[in-house]
C-alpha cells in the first residue's frame, strides 16, 4: 500500500461552500449601553455595612513565656 493510497483513508477539513464559514462583510453594532438613571435606588433602612473593630480581629493575645 503506498503513501497516495494511504492519503485518501486519511482525516481532512471539508472544502465544499456549503462547510466553508461564511464571510461578515459589516461589523455588528456594538451593545447598547444600560440606563444607570432608572437603577437608583434609596438607601438601605439601616445603613450601609459597618465592618467590625479590625483592631479587636487582629490584637495579638500576649505571650505566654516558656518553661524553662
Known sequence: MGFEERSEDRCSTPKRREC?????????????????SGMKRDPPKNGYFQPPDLDAIFTMPPRREAWA
Open 20 to 36: 466553508q464559514i461564511p464571510v461578515v462583510v459589516v461589523c455588528p453594532p456594538p451593545p447598547k449601553k444600560k440606563s444607570a
